[in-house]
């Protein structure tokens, strides 16, 4: 029972230790990708085109430098050249051909982003609707588009488009095509890109290769039972963060955002301490459930700019469902990796060699990202 205790008393401490550092203001949040929200209404032969963008995103369409958040006063100076940045980028079109855009304005909406409007005329009522989305992924190749179409008759369509599926088509005869692939998309790219996830979950494989034998030391493991350790690991990690990504997506629990970000790059760093330290750690599955909880709120603060204002329980789930997808990944193409790495030099070496080693590199980054979320500066830069 000690044993079991000790990891939860750790996490406890850890969480309450950052928790009171973070308390401050100003505190760094991790990197997120640019992101717009789109709302287009289909009325006969006009498309209304309603987009919200982050004023720092309009910055290169101002003419002014990357990263700079324009001002109000700036953002009505500019307002032309931007909406003209912006229509140029996004193209709408009938089966008839390309449906012109006319009039255009911008305003800043209550939620500080910037709400650019404008109608698109077709030659004819629309019988296929299809956008052409190109805004900001030359600038940011993550950039993500998330995208609801209304037409008379039919539910509203609501997907996510991106660099290399940036075209959404809709034949208005039939019920809009399903976004739910756009939705698992998207979990796995936010875990094949969110390199801290990845991190930790390697921290985690690293040290089930090996295992203490009481006669013979540091043995190599079969892969068989490798990967059935790791099953556990996995495991108890899939159900922790689920339980948070659904509760937090669903506003049954808040956290803030820091305190999340922080303590996921605190999560890298023990784990990767541990496995220098004391890699045969029997239940190691209790703290990575503890630690799983705090990985699923990060999910869920990205996910919650993704989701529609209702219906999100489909959404959400297909989100969840490419973050397992994305961690099967990671699994299935590290661990055979770390395996074969501790068969070419056996269990002894493994321990005293490859593990410390590896360990150190993820503990570095652990502490880098730490400090990145904790003081605002930039070392990884990721």
């Known amino acids: 029972m000690r044993r079991i205790l000790l990891p939860l008393r750790v996490a406890v401490a850890t ?136 037409a008379p008759g039919w539910p509203p369509l609501r997907t996510i488009l991106r660099g290399d599926a940036s075209r959404l088509e809709w034949d208005l005869s039939e019920p809009p095509p399903s976004g739910v692939w756009a939705f698992v998309r998207s979990g796995i790219d936010h875990i094949l890109f969110g390199f801290d996830h990845v991190a930790f979950v390697l921290t985690l494989m690293l040290a089930l290769v090996i295992t203490r034998d009481p006669r013979h030391g540091w043995t190599l493991r079969s892969l068989g039972k490798t990967f059935a350790a790791m099953a556990t690991i996995v495991t108890s990690f899939t ?65 919650e700019v993704l989701l529609p204002p209702d219906d999100v329980v489909v959404p959400l789930l297909a989100f969840n469902v490419g973050v397992e997808l994305g961690q099967l990944v990671v699994v299935a193409v590290a661990l055979p990796l770390c395996w074969l790495l501790g068969r070419a030099l056996g269990g002894v070496r493994y321990r005293r060699v490859a593990l410390p080693v590896m360990s150190g590199v993820l503990a570095l980054g652990g502490l880098a990202w730490l400090a990145e979320r904790l003081l605002d500066v930039t070392i990884l830069g990721v």
């Open 15 to 150: 969480v309450a230790a950052v928790a009171a550092v973070l308390a401050a203001p100003g505190l760094a949040a991790a990197h997120v990708s640019s992101l717009t929200h789109s709302q287009v209404d289909v009325d006969g032969a006009t498309v209304r085109y309603a987009i919200k963008i982050a004023p720092a995103d309009l910055a290169e369409g101002l003419g002014l430098p990357a990263d700079t958040r324009p001002s109000p006063a700036q953002l009505e100076a500019g307002a032309p050249e931007a909406i003209a940045y912006v229509t140029a980028r996004i193209d709408v079109e009938d089966a008839t051909g390309p449906c012109p855009a006319e009039g255009g304005a911008l305003r800043l909406a209550d939620d500080g982003l910037v709400e650019v409007t404008w109608t698109a005329r077709c030659a004819a009522p629309v019988t296929v609707l299809a956008i052409d989305y190109a805004l900001f992924f030359d600038l940011d190749p993550a950039h993500e588009a998330v995208v609801r179409a209304v």
């Open 239 to 303: 159900i922790a963060h689920s339980i948070t990504l659904i509760a937090a997506s669903l506003g049954w629990v808040a956290v803030p955002a820091r305190l999340v970000e922080s303590v996921i790059a605190l999560s890298i760093a023990y784990t990767a301490i541990e496995n220098i330290v004391r890699p045969d750690v029997r239940w190691r599955f209790v703290l990575t459930f503890v630690f799983g909880l705090l990985h699923g709120l990060g999910f869920a603060r990205m996910l």
